[in-house]
């Protein structure tokens, strides 16, 4: 059994089924098999270069976010500027994360 795409919805259905589940439209042989199969892409991996630059600008962002932190402790802080400070924080974290990730499997 293979999947194929309703040529009405896109939505992935049974190349046995007659119609589609999820519009109901009848399903011929001639539609595209999907491709479940990840691969991999033609880009060029990032350069030693590229990699520190953005290491270096997502560790800047989680600087920011934990010194705009330090000056909310010492003045009454509105919601927002506490939501900023954290938002600025876990995104610099969560991108130092995906450039680590990148730059490792970029070496294999």
Same mark, same amino acid.
């Given at each position: 059994?293979?999947?194929?795409?309703?040529?009405?919805?896109? =939505?992935? /259905?049974?190349?046995? $089924?007659? !119609?589609? !589940?999820?519009?109901?439209?009848?399903?011929?042989?001639?539609?595209? $098999? @999907?491709? *479940? /199969?990840?691969? #991999?892409?033609?880009?060029?991996?990032?350069?030693?270069?590229?990699?520190?630059? #953005? $290491?270096? +600008?997502? &560790?800047?962002? *989680?600087? %920011?976010? &934990?010194?705009?932190? !330090?000056?909310?402790?010492?003045?009454?802080?509105? #919601? *927002?500027?506490?939501?900023?400070?954290? *938002? &600025? @924080? @876990?995104?610099? %974290?969560?991108?130092?994360? !995906? /450039? +680590? /990730?990148?730059?490792?499997?970029?070496? =294999?």
């Amino acid at each position: 059994m293979t999947l194929i795409a309703c040529s009405e919805c896109g =939505r992935a /259905v049974s190349d046995k $089924a007659a !119609v589609c !589940v999820g519009c109901g439209a009848p399903l011929t042989t001639s539609s595209s $098999a @999907i491709d *479940l /199969v990840a691969k #991999r892409s033609n880009a060029p991996p990032p350069t030693r270069e590229q990699i520190k630059r #953005r $290491a270096l +600008l997502s &560790l800047s962002i *989680l600087a %920011l976010g &934990l010194i705009w932190t !330090v000056f909310l402790d010492h003045r009454p802080s509105s #919601r *927002l500027a506490s939501f900023m400070a954290a *938002l &600025l @924080i @876990i995104g610099g %974290l969560c991108w130092f994360m !995906v /450039v +680590l /990730v990148h730059a490792a499997s970029s070496r =294999r």
